[in-house]
């Protein structure tokens, strides 16, 4: 019923879980003191889900392309590693050195939304480029 009146809610079922499987990964991740920060490059509606779910895991806010999200653009030092949720393999082999599927999406409903059950999180390091060209076209509309 609620999904009648906004076309938003159904996309929101299972953040909380997706958010959890997030820093059950990025936990072993996080960096060492001095080392560059671990951020979390997001898609779609998951950048949401990060930073409003993520503050009780001790996750950063999320950096996106997406919208008026990138022009928060990302904190100074640039990410060593990268966390991504609904970006495509081949993306991500184009523009890090190291990439690896850590785990797909899913949710305790079963639910298939547009936010969660066909995403994949990939754990991804050493960027090709430097951050602020590659920032400069990363910026997209959806």
Same mark, same amino acid.
């Given at each position: &019923?609620?999904?009648? +009146? ?9 953040? @909380?879980? &997706? +958010? ?7 936990? @072993? ?23 409003? #779910?993520?503050?009780? #895991?001790?996750?950063? &806010? ?8 990138? #022009? ?32 797909? !999406? ?16 990939? !754990? ?8 602020? @060209? ?9």
């Amino acid at each position: &019923m609620a999904n009648h +009146v906004n076309g938003n809610f159904y996309s929101e079922v299972g953040w @909380p879980d &997706m +958010v959890e499987r997030v820093a059950r990964i990025a936990i @072993p991740c996080q960096p060492k003191k001095g080392d560059a920060s671990l951020y979390w490059q997001t898609m779609k509606a998951e950048a949401g889900a990060i930073n409003l #779910y993520g503050p009780p #895991y001790g996750l950063p &806010m999320a950096i996106s392309g997406m919208n008026s999200n990138w #022009y928060r653009g990302y904190d100074d030092p640039a990410p060593q590693t990268v966390i991504t949720l609904g970006e495509r393999r081949d993306f991500l082999q184009k523009n890090f050195d190291s990439c690896v599927l850590a785990r797909r !999406v899913s949710n305790r409903y079963g639910i298939v939304n547009s936010a969660v059950g066909w995403d994949v999180i990939f !754990v991804c390091r050493r960027l090709r480029w430097s951050w602020p @060209p590659f920032w400069k076209h990363f910026q997209y509309y959806g």
